[in-house]
């Protein structure tokens, strides 16, 4: 399996990476911190060396410590990223990207992760209250300074803010979220991405898990579960994705693999696709997207993929997030 090059940077990462939200146990029921920790290894294990945390995964930064208590003797040997301007308060999430907060959740995030570096470090969304040139001032300095190898920035919406924050900083990675029925960045942010040879990583490449083919279609849903408030997980947007991943089940089968390996190898071929970020709480979770590096997908699993997608039709991207 080949690396893949991080934008024009000196980092090469597998196009399968570990996304590292689930384990902080916010959202994500049943998790336990030994089964965290036991993904985290298991994926390393399965071949994947780029791992996706932020300050913001868990209250208090439960994600960050978790990498950096079983990576730490691979350290070298991993690329981790990890991202600022987001935290919590009183259990609810605050924009905060001024540069004086950036310097000061960066130090914290090396004290989590035990390392004197972070090799990908992204501003996680642009804050309302701070111009986006300020934000990028300030992670312009960590690159300058050496502390980080790369930038990155996610959820830009618009082309417009990647270029005021390519002005001042040079980005490495967007991260956008992206499946392959929510793929409204083919549109605009893909190919201002590929013309500037910026990596995409996506982010929900399973959908919240959904594409993984493994919800039932009369699952009863944990209370705590916060999937269900979203409107593709109800009513005629739920049947309708279930019929799709009927489709999908009988080309996986053609393929010898899994509904969720299927969606992944789809994704990571898609032109401008970098990397695809697979949560996981599970050890078999991981080790199952982690097989979809090595899938080839023919051009008739491709033609059957592209039928049973327009049969769908793509799913308004505001019924998901
Ligand atoms: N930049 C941002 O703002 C942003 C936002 C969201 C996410 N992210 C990043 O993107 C990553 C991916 O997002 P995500 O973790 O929310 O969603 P995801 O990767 O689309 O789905 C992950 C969930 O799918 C289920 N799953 C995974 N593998 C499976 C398998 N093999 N079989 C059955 N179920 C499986 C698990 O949930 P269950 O077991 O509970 O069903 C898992 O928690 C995050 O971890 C994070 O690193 C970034």
């Known amino acids: 399996m080949q690396l893949r090059r991080l934008g024009q940077s000196d980092l090469w990462i597998t196009p399968v ?13 049943d998790v336990t911190e030994a ?6 290894r298991a994926a390393f294990d399965a071949g994947i060396n780029f791992f996706d945390t932020a300050y913001a995964y868990g209250f208090e930064g439960e994600s ?3 990498i950096g208590r079983v990576l730490a003797d691979q350290r070298e040997d991993v690329i981790i990223a990890s991202k600022c301007g987001i935290h919590w308060e009183q259990g609810k999430q605050v924009k905060d990207a001024r540069p004086d907060t950036i310097r000061r959740e960066f130090e914290e995030s090396l004290r989590r992760l035990g390392t004197d570096y972070i090799d990908l470090y992204y ?10 040139s300020d934000s990028a001032g300030a992670l312009r ?33 967007s991260q956008p979220h992206y499946n392959i029925l929510q793929r409204d960045i083919e549109a605009d942010r893909l190919p201002w991405c590929r013309a500037h040879e ?15 083919g493994k919800l039932p ?6 209370p705590k579960d916060g999937r269900q408030k979203y409107p593709v997980f109800q009513g005629e947007q739920w049947e309708r994705t279930h019929d799709f991943l009927d489709r999908l089940k009988v080309l996986a089968a053609q393929v010898s693999c899994s509904v969720a390996q299927l969606v992944i190898a789809w994704t990571i ?3 401008g696709i970098t990397a695809a970020l697979c949560g996981a709480k599970r050890p078999a979770q991981i080790q199952e997207t982690a097989e979809a590096m090595h899938i080839v997908l023919d051009e008739n699993v491709m033609q059957g993929i592209a039928e049973a997608i327009a049969a769908r039709g793509e799913v308004d991207n505001r019924s998901a997030v």
């Open 269 to 271: 071929r898609q032109p």
């Open 198 to 212: 910026v990596s995409v990583v996506v982010y929900w490449p399973l959908m919240k898990g959904f594409l993984a």
């Open 217 to 222: 279609r009369n699952h009863q849903w944990d």
């Open 17 to 29: 990476a570990m996304g590292c939200w689930p384990i902080a146990g916010i959202t994500s029921v």
């Open 141 to 173: 300095e960590l690159l300058e300074a050496g502390s980080v190898r790369a930038v990155g920035v996610s959820n830009f919406h618009q082309v417009e803010w990647m270029d005021e924050f390519q002005a001042v900083c040079p980005i490495t990675a």
């Open 35 to 40: 089964e965290s920790l036991a993904t985290l």
């Open 123 to 132: 501003l996680h969304a642009p804050d309302p209250q701070t111009p986006i």
């Open 64 to 66: 960050e410590r978790m």
